[in-house]
């Protein structure tokens, strides 16, 4: 694989490695309690609950990729952008435009018929 110099480049890449909606489904779910725990430790002032934010997230996230995906998370090679790339998703999830995001990186019909 060739290097990605771009965001622009990384974003197509990271949909089409998380072309299964059971896949995304997963993240949603991972990204959403951390949102849920970031909330949670805010408003308690339970400071110590904040890494629990990325266990949640990742620990979803990854499962994912090695039961359904079965690919090797993108956060290995490019943390940073997987990190944003993964709140862009859900965002796009909530927002309704995930099917336009999928069909412009190329993701099949087939592989993408949910959000």
């Not at 197509?12 to 951390?34: C, D, I, N, Q």
């Not at 990854?62 to 993108?74: C, T």
């Not at 956060?75 to 990190?83: A, E, K």
């Amino acid at each position: 694989m060739k290097s990605i110099k771009t965001y622009s480049e990384f974003w197509p890449f990271y949909l089409r490695e998380h072309s299964k909606p059971a896949t995304r489904g997963w993240h949603y779910v991972g990204t959403a309690m951390g949102i849920g725990i970031l909330v949670f430790a805010v408003f308690t002032g339970r400071w110590w609950m904040l890494p629990l934010m990325l266990v949640a997230g990742y620990f979803f996230a990854w499962m994912s990729h090695a039961a359904v995906e079965k690919n090797r998370p993108a956060t290995f090679t490019y943390p940073l952008w997987s990190f944003i790339s993964d709140f862009k998703m859900f965002f796009c999830f909530l927002t309704g435009q995930m099917p336009k995001e999928l069909e412009k990186a190329g993701v099949t019909k087939s592989s993408s018929t949910s959000q």
